[in-house]
């Protein structure tokens, strides 16, 4: 049995699928070409990030296909009823990346806070030549203890970034359509735990009370934050987005940063990757990653092991 990764899988997931007797390939193969090397070779278990898409031409043409895998949560780049309809498989990794991009928003929210997005670039143009008016300009930081933290979309990855904010002493406010309570347990050192109950409340609410606010929903047709939402929003307040491209309105983002409403945001996630808008990138309110936010080693290996283990258990 074969299985193609086609955008790559750690050597954790290659080590337990070979184990299992899979052959695993993990050839980067051009989407026009995709279906040809399928049927060529025999491809079992197609395994895809957010490079590769699948459609209903490649499900159609490739009849030996028995499972899709999406190494990561949102599988907006797969035909999954269609896929499901024509009786394949289609599995991903909800749980493998949630803290990894919950750090992230932290690492960003902790700069942004204390300047360090624009420090880590003036330093060294200005650092030597004027370090005491660096000094002055960002010296007026603020702490996330004792603030508040707004979470839009409470599944695993909003429950995660939580659990790092009640570690950093913040008050959590949530909003999610589908969820009313989640009991968050955190976990620290020598088996020690704590256990938080979140009650949800509206979008208005969370939006008007919060300090800073992540936003964790999934790919949708309109914005999630747009005009409207930020106008609720506290002057200063300090956003994240690091869900997915589209679900907060980029120019108004730059609109509500200009009016002073919003001080300072961070965008792991575009609507236009992989070119993301020139405004944002010069804009020096923004901290910016290149959609990085599931990208650790540790994650990596998780969602290796785990898309592994789900297709041995599906094939056998």
Do not use: W
């Amino acid at each position: 049995m074969k299985v193609l990764a086609n955008d790559g899988i750690s050597q954790s997931g290659i080590d337990a699928l070979e184990k299992a007797g899979y052959e695993v390939s993990t050839t980067t193969v051009a989407q026009e070409q995709l279906i040809n090397y399928i049927n060529e070779k025999d491809i079992s278990v197609l395994l895809v990030r957010s490079a590769t898409t699948v459609r209903k031409d490649l499900i159609d043409a490739c009849p030996n296909l028995k499972i899709i895998g999406r190494g990561g949560v949102g599988m907006d780049n797969i035909d999954v009823e269609y896929a499901r309809e024509k009786g394949l498989s289609v599995i991903n990794t909800p749980a493998a990346s949630s803290h990894s991009v919950a750090e992230l928003v932290f690492g960003h929210l902790y700069g942004l806070a204390r300047f360090l997005h624009n420090s880590n670039r003036d330093m060294p143009l200005e650092g030597d030549s004027n370090f005491k008016g660096l000094k002055k300009a960002y010296a007026k930081g603020t702490e996330l203890k004792g603030k508040t933290l707004g979470v839009l979309g409470f599944g695993r990855i909003g429950q995660a970034t939580a659990k790092v904010a009640l570690g950093a002493g913040m008050k959590v406010v949530a909003f999610d359509p589908f969820l009313e309570t989640a009991n968050l347990e955190l976990d620290f050192f020598d088996g020690q735990k704590v256990n938080f109950e979140i009650k949800t409340i509206s979008k208005e609410d969370v939006l008007k009370q919060s300090d800073f606010i992540t936003l964790h929903v999934p790919a949708q047709k309109d914005y999630v934050i747009d005009e409207a939402e930020f106008n609720m929003m506290k002057d200063g307040v300090i956003i994240a987005n690091a869900a997915r491209g589209g679900v907060l309105n980029e120019v108004a983002l730059v609109k509500a940063i200009e009016n002073g409403k919003v001080a300072r945001a961070a965008l792991d996630v575009f609507e236009k990757e992989p070119k993301p808008e020139m405004q944002l990138l010069m804009n020096s309110a923004l901290s910016l990653t290149p959609h990085t936010g599931a990208a650790t080693n540790e994650a990596q290996d998780r969602i290796g092991t785990e898309l592994a283990s789900q297709i041995v258990n599906i094939l056998g």
